[in-house]
């Protein structure tokens, strides 16, 4: 399948002097889960938000499906799952995610199928009426993960989606995001984890700003010649910084 993001000469400078990416261009393709791999501070968030037109971008222009980022036509195509608690935590799981169904003008009908289906998704179903607030860590990234999968939206981006999760929910969530691509869903996944590197089809390595490598897990071992992503990427910033 053909790109369904494509990013020209995109620069962001932050506050007028921080200058969060320089120059990227890449292109993005379909129905795959590509990972956006570094460091803390390399720019994954800023490339994430820009994706999907929650931060203005300095130079340069993007393209989703065809359309110029942050359209309307876009609005019900593109989710976003953030870092931080994106959901109210007085509120049940259930009020919740019916609230944000009806913000992206879900009837009623279609908000209760939509629920349904999210919270079968992320394994929330017996938690449809606690409080968010009495959730634990894990289980308040899926209800965020729940708002995002509402609507069947067309292309996913995840921040750091799974930090701070145990392994055994962490294998269930990457089950899960290879499941919807399966299904023909985009999915966008920021990580500073070279592990969770592993899980994706196709790898966008940044480091201060700016793309260091855009290759398939495969391609990059072999391109370095190295045996792991974790060397791989040692090696393309000659060794002097680890993966954070």
Not at 221 to 243: D, M, N, R, W
Request: net charge positive; charged share 20%; aromatic share 4%.
């Amino acid at each position: 399948m053909g790109p369904v993001i494509k990013v020209k000469n995109l620069s962001v400078t932050l506050g007028g002097k921080v200058e969060a990416l320089r120059d990227v261009s890449v292109e993005l393709s379909a129905g795959k889960i590509v990972g956006i791999i570094g460091p803390s501070g390399a720019g994954k968030t800023t490339l994430i938000r820009c994706l999907v037109g929650r931060l203005r971008m300095t130079s340069g222009s993007i393209t989703i499906f065809g359309q110029e980022v942050g359209s309307p036509a876009l609005r019900r195509q593109v989710s976003y799952m953030t870092q931080e608690l994106s959901v109210y935590p007085d509120l049940s799981v259930q009020e919740n995610l019916t609230y944000f169904a009806s913000m992206r003008g879900q009837s009623k009908k279609q908000a209760r199928a939509a629920v349904a289906d999210a919270l079968d998704a992320v394994e929330l179903a017996d938690k449809a009426h606690s409080l968010v607030a009495d959730l634990s860590g894990g289980q308040k990234q899926r209800v965020s993960l729940a708002v995002a999968l509402l609507g069947s939206p067309k292309l996913l981006a995840l921040d750091e989606p799974t930090v701070g999760l145990d392994p055994v929910l962490r294998e269930k969530l990457w089950t899960l995001f290879a499941r919807l691509a399966r299904q023909g869903v985009s999915l966008v996944v920021s990580s500073h984890s070279m592990l969770e590197a592993e899980r994706c089809e196709d790898l966008v390595l940044i480091r201060d700003g700016e793309i260091i490598a855009h290759e398939t897990p495969a391609a990059l071992l072999k391109k370095t010649g190295t045996t792991s992503l974790e060397q791989s990427f040692l090696k393309l910033v000659g060794g002097s910084h680890e993966p954070a």
